[in-house]
């Protein structure tokens, strides 16, 4: 077992959920599982290979310059493009759970 | 009205020239969906007074003689997934239940600017994150051929509503394969697009660096239509390229005789369906017969995208579904004492199963310890991956497999398994990664009579040739 009870209720912490008992063991079993497959990725010597953050990294990249140049392609003049203006703070409210007027209303953030 | 034959251009056509109205044409669409969709499940909530203020719009300016724009009076559906200004978006998800968004989706903006007429909102998996429509927190749905079968998914509900003659075309949203499979269950054409082609402003964000958003459609010049509308520069999504955007429709008309098409072996191995491999054996024996010229290329890395795909998507998605806190939108439990409390439970009884596994898996993969064993290695396989196809489209100019490597599979049949459901996606996941275009298209049945597809992968930013090639074959068969 890679993945412990323990580790899951790390991990749980750490994404802010709270899980019940038996989502808490399908848990275990589930990731276990899935990271028992993703292990085939050791199969491949990667030593060598640069990592790939996103797509548009590799679409026009100039291989042959240094640094931020390489990405000369994505550079676009210094000004202010197609910005809209904020939601009126009436509007930014209307989804909340709880609020009043002004604010977001949360529980108490600091316990005495 | 026969909405079975209805497409973009015979939609808006007799609209323009008064054998119909947008409305009735919307009225006549909502009544199958009322007559339909209790059994199927596409919809979540329909929007009819936006869809009939629009419908009033197009219809004045029909009878004033003006020419409609090119979806004009057009009755489309939305994936739930893209947000929608004053109605409701949920993303298939009970933390997003009543949310209702103060701003329109850019690539919507764009259909309602080009005339569609926008029936309402289509069913899927929570936050996209499923291969069978069966991870709605709403309600499954069902395949439109075969209702104990899954839609396929995420965007099922999409895929159903057009299958279904519901809507004449749906947007719905690719980030592992979630427009082209649901589209080969359902037997319609579905379009991933090149990764930047489409602005994603509006689209709730599941993998940042994989979603895209793209037409299900009846026929390839619907799919080009809509495409066509949609893509192009954004200033709102930093992610949309100023790429120029080609006239998609006109370049359906090129031939293909003479096209290199490239026939990969690893997506012809184990775990393919015989029924599905002899229909699209048949559909590459047919695109040769029509001048393209068949060749073999590898993409040895293909059995490490899964995996890669697993730990990347899950990775973004739990740093995006991290906003989900019960504070400015969404579900907030009851009765919490504390804010950590109010997170943690808000979270619990907001998101389903399969988000959780997620969540759980990415925050696992990124955690200290493991980030470069599972997050930093999946990003450098990703790299393996997306060289096999710079090397195959060296050679080839489009690339043609199964969409899926069976056809639609029964309800509740990989439900508990959620290693089986994600080899669902075998086929597609890689494109997505890679950022290259795919398209699925309807390549024959199975004894069953469940609908095959055709998948179609092409060079970045080339739609227009795997368009064309779709258009061909969809011709001749």
């Known amino acids: 077992m890679k993945v412990t009870e323990k580790d899951v209720s790390y991990v749980a912490d750490l994404a802010n959920l709270e899980l019940s008992a038996a989502e808490h063991a399908g848990m275990v079993r589930d990731l276990n599982s899935i990271l028992g497959y993703i292990d085939r990725l050791n199969e491949l010597d990667t030593s060598k290979v640069e990592p790939m953050a996103q797509v548009l990294d590799r679409y026009g990249v100039d291989e042959s310059r240094q640094g931020s140049e390489r990405f000369a392609y994505a550079n676009r003049e210094d000004v202010v493009e197609g910005l809209r203006e904020s939601l009126p703070q009436e509007v930014a409210l209307e989804n909340a759970p709880d609020s009043d007027a002004t604010f977001f209303r949360v529980p108490k953030v600091i316990e005495r | 009205m026969d909405l079975a034959s209805l497409t973009i251009d015979s939609a808006r056509s007799a609209v323009q020239q008064r054998k119909t109205t947008a409305l009735a044409l919307a009225e006549a669409h909502y009544a199958r969906i009322q007559k339909e969709d209790e059994q199927i499940g596409a919809f979540l909530t329909l929007s009819k007074e936006r869809a009939l203020e629009q419908a009033d719009r197009i219809d004045r300016m029909a009878a004033e003689g003006k020419p409609l724009p090119p979806l004009g009076g057009v009755p489309v559906a939305i994936k739930d997934v893209m947000s929608t200004r004053g109605v409701r978006t949920t993303a298939g998800s009970k933390i997003l239940g009543k949310y209702i968004p103060p701003y329109d989706c850019t690539a919507v903006a764009r259909m309602e600017g080009a005339g569609a007429v926008v029936l309402g909102k289509t069913n899927c998996d929570e936050f996209a994150m499923g291969s069978s429509n069966e991870n709605s927190a709403f309600r499954a749905v069902c395949n439109p051929r075969d209702l104990t079968r899954v839609p396929g998914g995420s965007s099922g509900g999409s895929a159903a509503a057009v299958a279904a003659d519901m809507a004449v075309v749906t947007l719905g949203s690719d980030t592992g394969g979630s427009i ?81 098409l490239g026939v990969a072996k690893e997506y012809f191995g184990e775990g393919l369906d015989d029924e599905v491999r002899h229909a699209v054996e048949s559909a590459i024996e047919e695109l040769e017969s029509l001048g393209c010229e068949i060749v073999p290329v590898s993409l040895p890395h293909t059995p490490y995208a899964i995996p890669t795909y697993y730990l990347i998507a899950t990775a973004e998605a739990s740093a995006n579904l991290a906003r989900y806190d019960g504070v400015r939108y969404g579900y907030r439990a009851a009765g919490v004492n504390s804010l950590s409390e109010m997170y943690r439970r808000s979270r619990d009884e907001g998101f389903g199963a399969e988000v959780k596994r997620r969540i759980m898996l990415g925050t696992y993969a990124l955690s200290a310890g493991y980030y470069d064993a599972y997050y930093l290695k999946a990003q450098k396989v990703r790299t393996l991956l997306a060289r096999d196809f710079e090397e195959a489209f060296r050679k080839v100019d489009a690339i043609v497999t199964p969409t ?13 398994d959620p290693l089986a459901m994600y080899l669902a996606d075998i086929y597609t996941v890689t494109a997505d990664l890679a950022g290259i275009p795919g398209i699925s298209i309807p390549c024959g049945e199975t004894r069953e009579k469940l609908p095959i597809g055709l998948q179609i992968l092409g060079k970045h930013f080339d739609e227009a040739t795997i368009l064309r090639v779709a258009h061909a074959y969809e011709r001749a068969a």
Request: charged residues 20%; aromatic residues 6%; positive net charge.
């Open chain 2, 180 to 260: 082209r499979q649901p589209a080969s269950f359902c037997g319609v054409v579905g379009l991933m697009p090149t990764y930047g082609r489409v602005s994603r402003y509006g689209l709730i964000a599941f993998a940042s660096s994989l979603d895209h958003i793209g037409p299900l459609a009846k026929t390839v010049k619907d799919a080009a239509i809509v495409l066509r509308t949609i893509s192009g520069r954004d200033p709102m999504d930093s992610t949309s390229a100023s790429v120029p955007v080609p006239d998609y429709v006109s370049e359906l008309e090129k031939p293909v005789r003479g096209l290199k």
């Open chain 2, 404 to 416: 899926s490597p069976t056809a639609a599979f029964r309800l509740g049949e990989k439900s508990d």
